[in-house]
């Protein structure tokens, strides 16, 4: 089967400085990363979309400067919170797929608490 | 940005008994993709259905989709305790982005 690693799993962090969270698909290539953040008991928001090599695309009132997306390799997706916040606690979920319309697999997530 | 809305939100059963959850959409769709996350961790994929087929086993799982009513189903035959989830049904929009719907919290009481 696919699989997706994320890392960390938990991280507190103080209030100002930045976190980076990696997302390593581990057996296969990945051409599309995607960056969810998730709120208790309610869905995954999309913040961004990443292709290898190219630019993520950010949703609509995600600050791009704030999270900064690197997709440097077919099997690595960085996503950084810059000067966080505690607003911006909250739990990041990792998705990849080999391309686009194909099976998406999911990393553990990163539950990110910011005092 | 959300693509469709599922329902029921939440549904509790009893073991043994069948689960049927439904998800609407709202654009065209190259395939849709049911996942189940249990609390605080990532998602698990469950199973993809393709737009031209109609409906799609896995185990005690069975979709069907119908895109004319731009909706599906993700029945779970013969609940068990450990099928205690949430689960999200999700699509390619645009054919780049996957959006998740709201999502259905299962319990399966013993």
């Known amino acids: 089967g696919a699989v997706v690693s994320q890392h960390p799993s938990r991280v507190i962090c103080k209030s100002g400085t930045s976190v980076k969270i990696e997302c390593r698909s581990l057996d296969f290539q990945a051409t599309t990363m995607f960056w969810y953040r998730q709120f208790p008991k309610q869905s995954l928001m999309l913040m961004a979309t990443s292709n290898e090599g190219s630019k993520a695309t950010y949703e609509q009132g995600v600050e791009k400067d704030k999270f900064l997306i690197n997709h440097a390799s077919l099997t690595l997706s960085t996503l950084t919170v810059t000067s966080a916040h505690p607003e911006d606690s909250s739990f990041y979920i990792c998705s990849a797929a080999r391309r686009v319309n194909t099976e998406a697999f999911f990393g553990q997530g990163t539950r990110l608490t910011v005092v | 940005s959300q693509q469709g809305e599922e329902d029921p939100q939440a549904l509790s059963i009893q073991e043994g008994e069948n689960a049927t959850m439904n998800c609407s959409y709202k654009?065209?769709?190259?395939?849709l993709q049911w996942y189940r996350q249990n609390s605080g961790r990532g998602l698990v994929h469950l199973i993809l259905i393709r737009s031209n087929e109609r409906e799609k086993h896995s185990g005690r799982l069975r979709v069907t989709l119908d895109t004319s009513k731009k909706s599906s189903s993700l029945l779970i035959t013969a609940s068990r305790a450990a099928d205690t989830a949430s689960y999200f049904c999700a699509q390619f929009q645009g054919a780049q982005k996957l959006v998740f719907g709201q999502g259905t919290r299962l319990t399966i009481n013993p």
């Open positions: 654009t065209s769709i190259n395939n």
